[in-house]
């Protein structure tokens, strides 16, 4: 079955770094858009970033811009979210999450548990 | 990237029919035909209800059903029942290739 899991959340320091990856299973990866979502803890749901199925199209909101990197490595089944320059209020659990069809827009049809981000001093 | 307006509550009885909207404007609601739906049970991850505006994965109960007018989709459960109480959440695809959520709605069957 279609399964994403999570994995590189914690806790770091304000101004540092994180990178987060998503493993991917039971579909083929290489042919859908993937995205990351964030939920602030009590608070609702954020899009972050999206990558398209070959990685040659990358779209990010504007609270990450410039300072969030998504990437896919498609021979690993894999993505990935690179964040710099933390700052408290990206503080949130990180969700990965799958496009539903293999072109834009149609929503999310697989998502992860999860991963938690904390940064605190 | 504004967050698309929705109420932070609905309330129903057993049975009952509920209705959840969800405002934007004509850069994504308004747009297209590109709305989705999500539930979220606490803890857990969200569910894809509903797809480009009133179309429901398979899987998805029937009593689940979209629908938009302008800027503003709607989300309406039918013979509402216990397991539905729930935070829902509309998202729009935008004008800039980008994605925005709804400010969320939290259902709770009285």
């Known amino acids: 079955q279609v399964q994403l899991v999570e994995s590189g959340g914690g806790v770091v320091q304000p101004g540092r770094s994180l990178r987060l990856s998503c493993a991917a299973s039971g579909f083929t990866f290489s042919s859908y858009g993937m995205h990351w979502v964030r939920q602030a803890p009590g608070k609702g749901l954020e899009w972050v970033t999206v990558?398209?199925?070959?990685?040659?199209?990358?779209y990010y909101a504007d609270s990450v811009r410039g300072r969030f990197t998504i990437s896919r490595d498609n021979s690993k089944n894999t993505l990935y979210l690179q964040m710099n320059s933390l700052r408290a209020e990206d503080t949130a659990v990180f969700y990965c999450a799958k496009d539903y069809y293999d072109s834009s827009g149609h929503g999310f049809d697989c998502w992860g548990q999860g991963t938690l981000v904390t940064v605190s001093s | 990237q504004s967050a698309l307006t929705q109420p932070a509550s609905v309330s129903g009885s057993p049975g009952q029919s509920i209705t959840i909207s969800c405002t934007g404007t004509?850069?994504?609601?308004?747009?297209?035909?590109?709305v989705s739906w999500y539930q979220q049970h606490p803890g857990k991850a969200p569910q894809l209800m509903i797809y480009d505006v009133s179309n429901r994965p398979s899987g998805v109960s029937h009593r689940f059903s979209g629908s938009k007018s302008g800027n503003t989709a709607s989300l309406t459960i039918s013979g509402l029942q216990p397991e539905d109480e729930a935070d829902y959440y509309c998202?729009?695809?935008?004008?800039?290739?980008?994605?925005?959520f709804g400010t969320g709605t939290k259902v709770t069957v009285l």
């Open positions: 998202s729009s695809y935008t004008s800039s290739s980008a994605y925005v």
């Open positions: 990558i398209s199925f070959d990685g040659s199209n990358r």
């Open positions: 004509s850069s994504d609601v308004g747009g297209n035909n590109y």
